[in-house]
């Protein structure tokens, strides 16, 4: 595997033909995806800036074009009609003044009047590499061109330490005011969220607070990516705390989910109305992110890095790693999200094929029907054996997924089983798979497992139980891959 030095790392894209030949590397490999969301070449995390604007869905990615590593971050813009088809817009947001010389990292979006309003964290380091993150805007307008306001809306605070990062940007039209709620560590290494607010976007914030959450005030060492969303009556925070290890999550420390409850924007109090629940329970899924500006409030569009930060993946030496998830539909339900596929993805259906032969086709939709007792799927089995295994123990109601039967093995040192026990007896599935994907839909939304999977071409079997009948789709691509930089 290559080692990065940090000149490699924190290059400065000039020209896009320094990626041209990186990029034809990576376009002839295998797991490239047909209708997900990747990076053009390097590497790809965080969703950020997803928007509904003026009929079309804006969404960013955190963006290192140099390989399959973490170095110096561009927001990188895709864009879309239906959520279904995206298509490459190219660099939105370069790191490219002193406030954020060591990265453009990640943020939301707002509409405003004139433009769509990108709020993001500038990682700005002195030369001896202290840290300072600056809270930073651009406007995008409608014909597509970025303003950088060129000084921070503020900088860091200084009772918390230097992770301070991932503007989530809200208004409140009750109160005329923005409000900022930004992912921290206090000193005493706790994670938490501090809110900013501010009656006019690009000036006036001021620090209001550190959001109150009863307790959460002991829960893992950094809050990433935080935000509050308002689903159907109830107030969502969804946050990604570091380094814990929950149970039946492997030796994952890295985890994006969510706590139900009411927000108070006066005290600045989120009052939890249950407990912190996973958002997925595959093994690759962080940093999720609602789309903003939506029409009405009983539902949010999600998506997420289909990744975590501490991973390796088989792709690396191809120059590249990381997709994002397909965007999802949540509602409530009995307080939980419930998450569904979205009804258009039934467009991308191109032809039934005989689930009977026990072939997969590489890039498909699987809908399974499923009766009472245990069951089992084995997934990209060769010649009858392997494959990842997804198992229901009908007496516990728990669902396993286990990859450790495939070839390709990665990220073993978070282990390779994860486990979750269901609300209803299992009765139906919707499997997304692409070429190196899989995202299981468990009972019309009870719960969602995804995760990375790169299955060599022998591996393209799969065994089922006799008390499931299947129905098999191919899927037409619809991800333009172009070289747009
Ligand atoms: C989460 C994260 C964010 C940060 C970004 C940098 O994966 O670490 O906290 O803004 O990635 O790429």
């Given at each position: 595997?290559?080692?990065?030095?940090i000149?490699?790392?924190?290059?400065?894209?000039?020209?896009?033909?320094?990626?041209?030949?990186l990029?034809?590397?990576?376009?002839?490999?295998?797991?490239?995806?047909?209708?997900?969301?990747q990076?053009?070449?390097?590497l790809l995390n965080?969703?950020?800036g997803?928007?509904?604007?003026?009929?079309?869905?804006h969404?960013?990615?955190?963006?290192?074009?140099?390989?399959?590593v973490?170095g110096?971050?561009y927001?990188?813009?895709?864009q879309?009609?239906?959520?279904?088809?995206?298509?490459n817009?190219?660099?939105c947001?370069r790191?490219?003044?002193?406030?954020?010389?060591m990265?453009?990292?990640?943020?939301s979006?707002?509409a405003?009047?004139?433009?769509?309003?990108?709020?993001?964290?500038?990682?700005?380091?002195d030369?001896?590499?202290t840290?300072?993150?600056?809270?930073?805007?651009?406007?995008?307008?409608?014909?597509?061109?970025?303003s950088k306001?060129?000084?921070?809306?503020?900088?860091?605070?200084?009772?918390?330490?230097?992770?301070?990062r991932?503007p989530?940007?809200?208004?409140?039209?009750?109160?005329?005011?923005?409000?900022?709620?930004?992912g921290?560590?206090?000193?005493?290494?706790r994670?938490?969220?501090?809110?900013?607010?501010?009656?006019?976007?690009a000036d006036?914030?001021q620090?209001a607070?550190?959001?109150k959450v009863?307790?959460?005030?002991?829960?893992?060492?950094?809050?990433?990516?935080?935000?509050?969303?308002?689903?159907?009556n109830?107030?969502?925070?969804?946050?990604?705390?570091?380094?814990?290890?929950?149970?039946?999550?492997?030796?994952?420390t890295?985890?994006?989910g969510?706590?139900?409850?009411?927000?108070d924007?006066?005290?600045?109090?989120?009052?939890?109305?249950?407990?912190f629940h996973?958002?997925?329970?595959?093994?690759d899924?962080?940093?999720?992110?609602?789309?903003?500006n939506?029409?009405?409030?009983?539902?949010?569009?999600?998506?997420a890095?289909?990744?975590l930060?501490?991973?390796?993946?088989?792709t690396?030496?191809?120059?590249?790693?990381?997709c994002?998830?397909?965007?999802?539909?949540?509602t409530?339900?009995d307080?939980?999200l419930?998450q569904?596929?979205l009804?258009e993805?039934?467009?991308?259906?191109?032809?039934?094929?005989?689930?009977?032969?026990?072939?997969?086709?590489?890039?498909?939709e699987?809908e399974?029907?499923?009766?009472?007792?245990?069951?089992e799927?084995l997934?990209?089995?060769?010649?009858?054996?392997?494959?990842?295994?997804?198992?229901?123990?009908?007496a516990?109601?728990?669902?396993?997924?286990?990859?450790?039967?495939?070839?390709?093995?990665?990220?073993?040192?978070?282990?390779?089983?994860r486990e979750?026990?269901?609300?209803?007896?299992?009765?139906?599935?919707?499997i997304?798979?692409?070429?190196?994907?899989?995202?299981?839909f468990?009972?019309?939304?009870?719960?969602?497992f995804?995760?990375?999977?790169?299955?060599?071409e022998?591996e393209?079997?799969?065994?089922?139980?006799?008390?499931?009948?299947?129905?098999?789709?191919?899927?037409?691509?619809?991800?333009?891959?172009?070289?747009?930089?």
């Amino acid at each position: 595997m290559k080692e990065w030095t940090i000149e490699e790392r924190y290059r400065v894209l000039e020209d896009p033909e320094q990626i041209r030949d990186l990029y034809e590397q990576v376009s002839r490999s295998p797991y490239r995806q047909e209708y997900h969301v990747q990076p053009v070449t390097g590497l790809l995390n965080d969703p950020n800036g997803f928007i509904w604007h003026k009929g079309t869905w804006h969404l960013f990615y955190q963006w290192c074009p140099w390989g399959a590593v973490h170095g110096l971050k561009y927001w990188y813009q895709v864009q879309s009609e239906d959520l279904v088809t995206w298509k490459n817009v190219g660099v939105c947001i370069r790191p490219d003044m002193e406030m954020d010389n060591m990265g453009a990292y990640s943020g939301s979006a707002l509409a405003a009047k004139d433009a769509v309003c990108l709020v993001y964290t500038g990682n700005h380091r002195d030369e001896d590499w202290t840290r300072r993150p600056n809270t930073c805007l651009v406007k995008m307008y409608d014909d597509g061109r970025a303003s950088k306001l060129p000084w921070p809306l503020f900088g860091p605070h200084p009772a918390y330490t230097e992770h301070q990062r991932d503007p989530k940007i809200i208004y409140s039209p009750e109160r005329k005011k923005y409000f900022i709620i930004l992912g921290a560590q206090n000193k005493a290494r706790r994670g938490c969220a501090l809110v900013y607010e501010s009656p006019t976007l690009a000036d006036g914030w001021q620090f209001a607070g550190a959001l109150k959450v009863p307790g959460f005030e002991d829960f893992g060492e950094m809050w990433e990516c935080p935000s509050i969303e308002h689903i159907g009556n109830k107030d969502v925070l969804l946050f990604c705390p570091q380094h814990i290890y929950l149970p039946r999550r492997g030796a994952a420390t890295s985890h994006s989910g969510y706590v139900l409850g009411t927000m108070d924007w006066d005290t600045l109090t989120f009052q939890p109305d249950g407990s912190f629940h996973v958002l997925d329970f595959g093994f690759d899924f962080y940093a999720a992110e609602c789309a903003a500006n939506l029409e009405g409030e009983d539902y949010a569009i999600l998506t997420a890095w289909m990744g975590l930060p501490d991973g390796d993946y088989p792709t690396d030496d191809e120059g590249w790693q990381g997709c994002l998830t397909l965007p999802r539909e949540l509602t409530v339900r009995d307080r939980r999200l419930i998450q569904r596929p979205l009804p258009e993805l039934v467009d991308l259906r191109d032809g039934e094929v005989n689930p009977s032969d026990g072939t997969l086709p590489p890039v498909c939709e699987m809908e399974l029907m499923i009766s009472e007792g245990p069951f089992e799927l084995l997934l990209f089995t060769k010649n009858g054996e392997g494959g990842m295994r997804i198992s229901y123990n009908d007496a516990f109601r728990m669902i396993t997924i286990d990859r450790s039967g495939m070839i390709n093995r990665f990220n073993t040192e978070q282990e390779e089983i994860r486990e979750h026990l269901i609300a209803n007896p299992l009765s139906h599935m919707r499997i997304f798979i692409d070429h190196s994907s899989v995202e299981i839909f468990v009972n019309d939304g009870d719960a969602v497992f995804t995760s990375r999977v790169f299955p060599t071409e022998e591996e393209n079997g799969f065994i089922l139980t006799p008390n499931a009948n299947g129905r098999i789709w191919k899927l037409r691509p619809a991800v333009k891959d172009d070289f747009v930089v």
